[in-house]
């Protein structure tokens, strides 16, 4: 288990001085697969380094399997190689002049005491074997694809067997299909290896795929954690509703008080939208209404509104075919929602529709901006 507890680093080079990491505390089970989400400049990667030890953080404490390696009040400060991690950066800083098999030897050579040659060899090749580079390990590192290269760099990361695998951004260079692939694989790779991953990445759906755990990270702050389905089915904030559903943020006023089941009704600018308010809402409060696009269904134009709760005319428009459904626009006044429409049913642009908001898939939340 690897815990923080308040940890907060600032950079005092940096202009404003404000924390980069304000306060995080998290508990990463032992064998998780832990994501750190949020938008550039939020801090991930400082967190990942002040893990490393490669950044010292101004207070609080870093625990790993219950032994400190770093704390705030009691000054222990254990130096990078006593932590015994494997990181890959987001450069992957693999060295261009050293062979494949150089590149994963070099964290073992300088290892002390001194490990035997054979010892060497037979851990690089079962690291390069994880990683399927067996075949490449006489090349030098420049004459590789990105993919074999970030792959270096993973065997390297686990060529000492560390006990937590810390990992920047490590797909973002690679191209869309390339990327889809790796990330089938490193997945595969780090649950059958059971190791502890820390995973840092900007792109939601890689970060909803992969992980067990999430911490969505706004401005140094942990905003929101949980397993991807709570993370997006629950945002708890429009920030963790922008960043992670992708969805609709639709502006609304709450104009009836909440029932026994505190059902209401909210204006919008597409009509009056029936539904449960969380508690905390009240009759008067404005608030956002988080509608993605399975919270829609779209139904033909001639299809009956007048009376039914949550059903409105719209005009679809700005259609782009995405294969296994259209993407458009539905517009009511000059508000618009994105609505997936069947493939299969060929429409003429524009197109007079009627959408239904399926209330209970919709989130509301306060609006405070
Ligand atoms: N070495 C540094 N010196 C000064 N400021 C830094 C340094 N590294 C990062 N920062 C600042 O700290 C904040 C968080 O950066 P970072 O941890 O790299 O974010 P992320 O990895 O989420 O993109 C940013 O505002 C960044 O400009
Ligand atoms: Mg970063």
Same mark, same amino acid.
């Given at each position: 288990?690897?815990?923080?507890?308040?940890?907060?680093?600032?950079?005092?080079? $940096? @202009?404003?001085? #404000?924390?980069?990491? *304000?306060?995080?505390? %998290?508990?990463? +089970?032992?064998?998780?697969?832990?994501?750190? !989400?949020?938008?550039?400049?939020?801090?991930?990667?400082?967190?990942?380094?002040?893990?490393?030890?490669l950044?010292?953080?101004?207070?609080?404490?870093?625990?790993?399997?219950?032994?400190?390696?770093?704390?705030?009040a009691?000054?222990?400060?254990?130096?990078?190689?006593?932590?015994?991690?494997?990181?890959?950066?987001?450069?992957?800083?693999?060295?261009?002049?050293?062979?494949?098999?150089?590149?994963?030897?070099f964290?073992?050579?300088?290892?002390?005491?001194?490990?035997?040659?054979?010892?060497?060899?037979?851990?690089?090749?079962?690291?390069?074997?994880?990683?399927?580079?067996?075949?490449?390990?006489?090349?030098?590192?420049?004459?590789?694809s990105?993919?074999?290269?970030?792959?270096?760099?993973? $065997? @390297?990361?686990? #060529?000492?067997?560390? *006990?937590?695998?810390? %990992?920047?951004? +490590?797909?973002?260079?690679?191209?869309?299909? !390339?990327?889809?692939?790796?990330?089938?694989?490193?997945?595969?790779l780090?649950?059958?290896?059971?190791?502890?991953?820390?995973?840092v990445?900007?792109?939601?759906?890689?970060?909803?795929?992969?992980?067990?755990?999430?911490?969505?990270?706004?401005?140094?702050?942990?905003?929101?954690?949980?397993?991807p389905?709570d993370?997006?089915?629950?945002?708890?904030?429009?920030?963790?509703?922008?960043?992670?559903?992708?969805?609709n943020?639709?502006?609304?006023?709450?104009?009836s008080?909440?029932?026994?089941?505190?059902?209401?009704?909210?204006?919008?600018?597409?009509?009056?939208?029936?539904?449960?308010?969380?508690?905390?809402?009240n009759?008067?409060?404005?608030?956002?209404?988080?509608?993605?696009?399975?919270?829609? @269904?779209?139904?033909?134009?001639?299809?009956?509104?007048?009376?039914?709760?949550?059903?409105?005319?719209?005009?679809?428009?700005?259609?782009?075919?995405?294969?296994?459904?259209?993407?458009?626009?539905?517009?009511?006044?000059s508000?618009?929602?994105?609505?997936?429409l069947?493939?299969?049913?060929?429409?003429?642009?524009?197109h007079?529709?009627?959408?239904e908001?399926?209330?209970?898939?919709?989130?509301?939340?306060?609006?405070?901006?």
């Open positions: 288990m690897l815990v923080l507890r308040h940890l907060t680093k600032t950079y005092h080079g $940096a @202009r404003p001085v #404000v924390p980069s990491v *304000r306060d995080v505390s %998290l508990e990463i +089970p032992r064998g998780s697969f832990f994501t750190l !989400l949020g938008p550039s400049g939020c801090g991930k990667t400082t967190i990942l380094h002040c893990i490393a030890g950044e010292t953080p101004d207070s609080g404490d870093i625990e790993i399997d219950g032994v400190a390696v770093f704390s705030g009691s000054g222990c400060n254990e130096p990078p190689h006593r932590r015994r991690l494997g990181m890959v950066f987001q450069s992957y800083a693999i060295w261009p002049h050293m062979s494949v098999f150089d590149n994963v030897a964290p073992l050579q300088q290892q002390r005491p001194r490990l035997a040659a054979r010892d060497i060899k037979a851990r690089v090749m079962t690291a390069l074997s994880l990683v399927r580079l067996e075949a490449v390990a006489d090349k030098l590192a420049p004459f590789l990105g993919g074999q290269q970030q792959r270096v760099a993973l $065997a @390297r990361a686990l #060529v000492h067997e560390p *006990r937590l695998l810390l %990992l920047d951004e +490590p797909l973002s260079n690679l191209d869309a299909k !390339l990327r889809e692939e790796m990330r089938v694989e490193l997945g595969r780090v649950r059958q290896l059971g190791i502890t991953t820390i995973f990445t900007h792109d939601q759906a890689e970060a909803l795929t992969m992980s067990d755990r999430i911490a969505l990270i706004d401005a140094g702050r942990v905003v929101q954690q949980g397993a389905h993370i997006y089915y629950r945002p708890n904030s429009t920030f963790a509703a922008r960043f992670v559903c992708g969805g943020i639709v502006p609304g006023t709450v104009v008080a909440p029932d026994m089941q505190r059902q209401a009704e909210i204006d919008t600018p597409f009509g009056r939208v029936a539904c449960a308010l969380p508690t905390g809402i009759a008067g409060d404005d608030v956002n209404l988080v509608v993605r696009p399975d919270s829609l @269904r779209v139904c033909n134009g001639d299809a009956p509104v007048d009376g039914r709760p949550n059903f409105f005319h719209v005009d679809i428009s700005d259609v782009s075919f995405m294969g296994d459904f259209i993407e458009g626009i539905a517009l009511s006044g508000t618009a929602l994105r609505v997936r069947d493939p299969h049913v060929q429409v003429q642009m524009p007079a529709a009627v959408v908001v399926i209330a209970q898939r919709c989130v509301v939340l306060p609006r405070k901006e």
